[in-house]
């Protein structure tokens, strides 16, 4: 019997960045990222309303360890906004590796919330820019729709899905990180630490035999 009732009208399913770079052969490869795809697809067909965010940079963008000289991916640099990882070259506007992955099968996703274009700032988050400060319009769209509660699939656990979780209890919703339907990238153990700050910020992890039969 599944945890939670997500039959009503309150409740969005945000798929976070399903995209082939961050799958294997991608260019920022999550190891099995691919693997919540089947699992994103079953959890969206029990949700009314879903939302995807999709990584969507410039080429040149300053979270690319190629527009730092001499730096590599994975180091961190101090940024206006705070220290930034640098990535390998991903998500780039109009490319391949910033698709959707083919096999994401959710025709009913109410809105695709594209970020990271500005090329001077990263957004991990689909609801702040990396500033903490930079809305993404997100806030707004959930408040208009009257959606309270935040169910959260996708990629990366310890990235892109943890900045949005953080952010939405921040902005008043009930945050849900459905935890086996996300893979982390667990650089030094991020992983483990993005799990503890989210309970600690009181994120709700489930799993999803939680939230579908
Ligand atoms: C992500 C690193 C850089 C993510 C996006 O989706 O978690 N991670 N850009
Ligand atoms: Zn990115």
């Given at each position: 019997m599944a945890r939670y009732d997500i039959s009503g009208e309150v409740n969005v399913l945000i798929v976070v960045d399903p995209q082939n770079d961050f799958c294997p052969g991608g260019a920022l490869a999550v190891p099995e990222g691919d693997a919540v795809v089947p699992l994103a697809n079953r959890l969206a067909r029990a949700f009314d309303n879903v939302v995807l965010a999709q990584d969507w940079h410039p080429p040149g963008h300053k979270s690319f360890a190629s527009s730092h000289p001499g730096k590599a991916p994975y180091e961190v640099v101090e940024m206006p906004y705070g220290p930034q990882v640098l990535w390998p070259d991903h998500c780039v506007q109009g490319t391949e590796g910033a698709e959707?992955?083919?096999?994401?099968?959710?025709?009913?996703?109410?809105l695709v919330i594209r970020k990271g274009f500005r090329a001077s700032i990263d957004s991990y988050s689909a609801f702040f820019e990396n500033d903490h400060e930079t809305p993404t319009g997100l806030t707004g769209y959930l408040h208009g729709r009257g959606l309270g509660r935040v169910f959260l699939t996708g990629i990366a656990t310890d990235f892109c899905v943890q900045y949005s979780a953080l952010d939405a209890v921040t902005e008043g919703f009930t945050a849900v990180v459905i935890e086996d339907a996300c893979r982390g990238i667990?650089?030094?153990g991020s992983l483990a630490a993005a799990v503890t700050a989210m309970r600690d910020a009181g994120v709700e992890i489930a799993q999803s035999v939680d939230v579908i039969d």
């Amino acid at each position: 019997m599944a945890r939670y009732d997500i039959s009503g009208e309150v409740n969005v399913l945000i798929v976070v960045d399903p995209q082939n770079d961050f799958c294997p052969g991608g260019a920022l490869a999550v190891p099995e990222g691919d693997a919540v795809v089947p699992l994103a697809n079953r959890l969206a067909r029990a949700f009314d309303n879903v939302v995807l965010a999709q990584d969507w940079h410039p080429p040149g963008h300053k979270s690319f360890a190629s527009s730092h000289p001499g730096k590599a991916p994975y180091e961190v640099v101090e940024m206006p906004y705070g220290p930034q990882v640098l990535w390998p070259d991903h998500c780039v506007q109009g490319t391949e590796g910033a698709e959707i992955h083919a096999g994401l099968a959710i025709p009913h996703v109410a809105l695709v919330i594209r970020k990271g274009f500005r090329a001077s700032i990263d957004s991990y988050s689909a609801f702040f820019e990396n500033d903490h400060e930079t809305p993404t319009g997100l806030t707004g769209y959930l408040h208009g729709r009257g959606l309270g509660r935040v169910f959260l699939t996708g990629i990366a656990t310890d990235f892109c899905v943890q900045y949005s979780a953080l952010d939405a209890v921040t902005e008043g919703f009930t945050a849900v990180v459905i935890e086996d339907a996300c893979r982390g990238i667990d650089l030094d153990g991020s992983l483990a630490a993005a799990v503890t700050a989210m309970r600690d910020a009181g994120v709700e992890i489930a799993q999803s035999v939680d939230v579908i039969d």
